[in-house]
Nanobody, 128 residues
Framework: EVQLVESGGGLVQPGGSLRLSCAASGFSFDDYLMGWVRQAPGKGLEWVSS????????WYADSVKGRFTISTDNAKNTVYLQMNGLKSEDTAVYYC?????????????????????WGQGTQVTVSS
């Protein structure tokens, strides 16, 4: 059974930092690209970032480029999202998700419908 378990969310002031973690199990982690998707209150899903941990290639939404960094620890089957320079508009539930097998490249990975397994989500609130 595929399981994705996020952690690391919380309340942070504008300009602050948080690191989200996602522990994956139940599948061959090296064979899949992973991503982070968020959902702000009252809005739809928004793709944030994805990674091919095997070749260390990363993709980012324009809204987070230069502030967020995605990474993996393949030995721990874990994907991270380091978030710096947080803004109030980053407030959302953040989901870790597995891209469907074969999905690669920006066009596919930026489409939230191309993810076939999701974690339960972790809340990030940016407020003073």
């Amino acid at each position: 059974e595929v399981q994705l378990v996020e952690s690391g969310g919380g309340l942070v002031q504008p300009g602050g930092s948080l690191r989200l973690s996602c522990a994956a199990s139940g599948f061959s982690f090296d064979d899949y690209l992973m991503g982070w998707v968020r959902q702000a209150p009252g809005k739809g899903l928004e793709w944030v970032s994805s990674i091919n941990g095997y070749i260390n290639k990363r993709w980012y939404a324009d809204s987070v480029k230069g502030r967020f960094t995605i990474s993996t620890d393949n030995a721990k089957n874990t994907v991270y999202l380091q978030m710096n320079g947080l803004k109030s508009e980053d407030t959302a539930v953040y989901y870790c998700a597995r891209a469907r097998y074969g999905c690669s490249g920006y066009v596919c990975l930026s489409n939230t419908e191309e993810y076939d397994s999701w974690g339960q989500g972790t809340q990030v609130t940016v407020s003073s």
